[in-house]
């Protein structure tokens, strides 16, 4: 069963605020190879650490840093 997925808004926040993700991956402490899996969307699992240290780095909530996807043909 298709439920959809989540997308990250990484790049998006990123390009808002005129940070590069070297620059990001650095300050947080972050595997750039575990980074550019998220930027991908390449994940199965969320780490909630990080998405905490995102947070705190973008000055944003979670809501503003995760979008849910529905299905194809599903509303909202």
Do not use: Q, T
Request: with cysteine.
């Amino acid at each position: 069963m298709n439920y959809g997925e989540l997308h990250i808004k990484i790049p998006e926040l990123l390009a808002e605020r005129g940070i590069s993700g070297d620059r990001l991956c650095e300050d947080l402490n972050i595997s750039p190879a575990a980074f550019s899996r998220y930027c991908r969307g390449d994940f199965r699992l969320l780490d909630a650490r990080f998405l905490c240290k995102l947070c705190a780095y973008l000055h944003v909530a979670v809501n503003d840093l995760l979008e849910y996807i529905p299905p194809a043909g599903e509303r909202r």
